[in-house]
């Protein structure tokens, strides 16, 4: 069974930033892609961002491209969410996922998801 533990959510301001981390364990995870959803009360949940494991091949949503960067550290089976210029609209629980034998934009645009994270609430409030 796959692990993923979430940290790094919390109150920011508009116009901060916030880094999320994401500790997977339990598999060995070249055959996965690792990426983060979120969903914010009465919307749908959505695809922010996908790596894939193997080839570092990435997904953003097209709400967040240029503002969050995702990346990986192999030696700690870690993802990070770096994510700037937040504004309102990115206020949501956000969860990380994995998906077994799929791609990053497969993963963010068709939510092949086999696995799925605690959650991690992102306020964007002054």
């Known amino acids: 069974q796959l692990q993923l533990v979430e940290s790094g959510g919390g109150l920011v301001q508009p116009g901060g930033s916030l880094r999320l981390s994401c500790a997977a364990s339990?598999?060995?995870?070249?055959?996965?892609?690792i990426g983060w959803f979120r969903q914010a009360p009465g919307k749908e949940r959505e695809g922010v961002s996908c790596?894939?494991?193997?080839?570092?091949?990435?997904y953003y949503a097209d709400s967040v491209k240029g503002r969050f960067t995702i990346s990986k550290d192999n030696t700690k089976n870690t993802v990070y969410l770096q994510m700037n210029s937040l504004n309102s609209e990115d206020a949501a629980a956000y969860y990380c996922?994995?998906?077994?034998?799929?791609?990053?934009?497969?993963?963010?645009?068709?939510?092949?998801?086999?696995?799925w994270g605690q959650g991690t609430q992102v306020t964007v409030s002054t």
């Open positions: 996922a994995a998906g077994r034998d799929t791609t990053a934009q497969a993963m963010g645009l068709k939510e092949e998801v086999d696995y």
């Open positions: 339990g598999y060995t995870l070249d055959a996965f892609a």
């Open positions: 790596i894939s494991w193997s080839d570092g091949s990435t």
